[in-house]
């Protein structure tokens, strides 16, 4: 059973950097690709990318600018960066796992965690 | 990437059921038989229902059940109960290891 948990700052300013973490608790770290996922407040999810252990990376085409995500495996953790933040980046931020053998789906998730851009 | 296309809400009576579709196109939903279903209830994370169109993971119920036919995706509920009320959304591959949600939906049960 994979859990993971996400942590970070709660406001960020705006033009600043959002900065979070997922630290993840059991299962194999390299059976999945790591995820995050944001969900604007009554709004739908987004994909915004993902890591591979190997630190091999994906993201969504509308951030890719923007975005950074990173894998520390000795600490089971991996992270994400989204640079010149706007109020349009308020959301709940979910780390989850992706699991793309025999399949294509996100099983596991974190509770995520509210992060509000505002001066 | 444009989000998959789902109905804004559904609803229905106890034990009746109920279909929600996800449409996309040929490039993502028409091409790969890996769609996802996820039920989210307010302020909770989604839950995995469905994967790859039509799997259940383990111990969820069987009510629920996914199929696709062309470029839609839909999610069946059968037998609804309360606790079924929720927001749903699909999720597929789309290509180049690339994800897509869906807009999601309501269903109030009745």
């Known amino acids: 059973q994979v859990q993971l948990q996400e942590s970070g700052p709660g406001l960020v300013k705006p033009s600043e950097t959002l900065s979070l973490t997922c630290t993840v608790s059991?299962?194999?770290?390299?059976?999945?690709?790591w995820s995050w996922i944001r969900q604007p407040p009554g709004k739908g999810l987004e994909w915004i990318g993902y890591?591979?252990?190997?630190?091999?990376?994906k993201y969504n085409p509308s951030l890719k600018s923007r975005v950074t995500i990173s894998v520390d495996t000795s600490q089971n953790q991996f992270s994400l960066k989204l640079s010149s933040v706007t109020a349009a980046d308020t959301a709940v931020y979910y780390c989850a796992s992706l699991r793309y053998t025999s399949g294509w789906y996100y099983n596991y998730w974190g509770q995520g965690t509210l992060v509000t851009v505002s001066s | 990437q444009s989000a998959l296309t789902q109905p804004a809400s559904v609803s229905g009576s106890p034990g009746q059921s109920i279909t929600i579709s996800c449409t996309g196109i040929?490039?993502?939903?028409?091409?790969?038989?890996?769609v996802s279903w996820y039920q989210q209830h307010p302020g909770k994370a989604p839950k995995l229902m469905i994967y790859?169109?039509?799997k259940r993971p383990s111990g969820v119920s069987n009510r629920f059940s996914g199929s696709k036919s062309g470029n839609t995706a839909s999610l069946t509920i059968s037998g609804l109960q309360a606790e079924d009320e929720a927001d749903y959304y699909c999720?597929?591959?789309?290509?180049?290891?690339?994800?897509?949600f869906g807009g999601g939906t309501k269903l109030t049960v009745l």
């Open positions: 999720c597929s591959y789309a290509g180049s290891s690339t994800s897509l």
């Open positions: 790859e169109g039509s």
């Open positions: 059991g299962g194999s770290f390299s059976s999945y690709y």
């Open positions: 040929n490039s993502d939903v028409g091409s790969y038989d890996l």
């Open positions: 890591i591979y252990y190997s630190g091999s990376t």
